[in-house]
């Protein structure tokens, strides 16, 4: 705890990997954001560089003079390790808030996920993402539903969450023992691991509808090519920490869940290319491209039951 009047103290972890424009866009609107959030002791922002040459530094070293910030390296490569360094790097900190080098947070960001941890008393909260695509984006993609995140009301409780808009206690964090799981590697997946752990050992997470934070895509993940191949790394990663999951059962238990797996990766593999065939047929970009989301998300669950690993964020 900081000491002025028994507040909590909160840092603002960003992890981050060769993106300095972005990053330095992000820095630029903290410190209006940070300053809505009146019931802190102490708030301060820590930036995880992933680059092993450092190319975050000097984004870093330029920040506004009104943020308290930290600059680490992180050399072993994924974000499962610039996260659980984040976590190492906090254990002054009662509170950790989560996100990613290429959103800008909107007004009220951070406020309103404390208000509503302090209100819930939950061990974390999840707020929106918001994506925002160039105004040239391809009609297919905005078709597909990719990057779209449903809403919900403000309380509900999730099962499991994703760390680019990630409020944490981590209070009950250290309680529980819980870190990231590098043996994703490059895959992703780490937020799930995660935050379904932290469900497991007794936390709550809770949705906050009035925290956003708008994500800028780079042109070059908005492509068929790298949408698809995006599917494929989900289905993929998903279906391997479920394997993971029931590593430790027993041998039928562990049948059961790759059976599972091979079941469902062959439905959307068949009923996903079903719907992009009529899609194709009857000129619909939505079945098209929602149809060949599904099967690429299946082939990747299928592939993981095969024993691949796909690493999605592979350098």
Known sequence: MDDRGGLPSVVVAIPTFRRPDRLADLLEGLPPRLAEAAMLGACRVLVIDNDP????EAVARAAPDALDLTYVREDVPGIAAARSRALAESAPDDLLAFIDDDEVPEPHWLSALLETREREGA????????????????????????????????????????????????????????DFDDRLGLAG???????????????????????VAIDHIDPDRLTRRALLRRAFA?????????LAEAAESTRPARWGVTLRVLVRGTARVVLGAARAGVGRLTRTLAHDARGRRTAHRGAGMLAAARGTMFEEYQR
């Open 53 to 56: 040459d450092g190319s975050a």
């Open 123 to 178: 061990a974390a909260v999840m707020g929106r993402v918001v994506t925002r695509f160039p105004d040239d984006v391809d009609p297919w993609v905005r078709a597909g539903g990719y990057f779209h995140r449903p809403s919900r009301a403000t309380g509900t409780r999730l099962s499991i969450a994703a760390t680019g808009n990630l409020l944490l206690d981590l209070r009950v964090v250290r309680r529980l023992g819980i």
């Open 189 to 211: 997946g780490e937020d799930s691991v995660f935050t379904r752990e932290l469900v497991r050992r007794g936390g709550t997470i809770v949705w906050c509808e009035e925290s």
């Open 234 to 242: 989900h289905g993929n990663v998903e279906a391997r920490i479920r």
